[in-house]
């Protein structure tokens, strides 16, 4: 009995790391340690660069080299936790990340 309950939790935690995208692995993993949740960066490049196309262009554009002139944080949060580091993930897994993330959180089909 015992280890019919600890290969059903095996299976079902080995289930849930498949089912993980880039966006989570990637992503959420990392800003769930910030004090600010990850929506909350989606909002200040969507009041800034308005479209689809300008927020995802400015987003890969920091992530692919990040610096003080491209962040959208205010001074005081890079005083504290300082510029993110250079993104490793390749051109479209990085795009493929920023399309969930923009799916996650876009406010345009939300409206009413």
Known sequence: MVLIFFLTTFISL???????????????RCHSKLPVAIDKYFYRYLLKYSSERAVKEAMFEYMKNPSVEKTIMSESFITRFGIKKKTNLSDDKLMEALDIYWDEYKVFDKLK
């Open 14 to 28: 080995n289930a849930a790391k498949i089912d993980d995208t880039i966006y989570d692995t990637n992503c959420v």
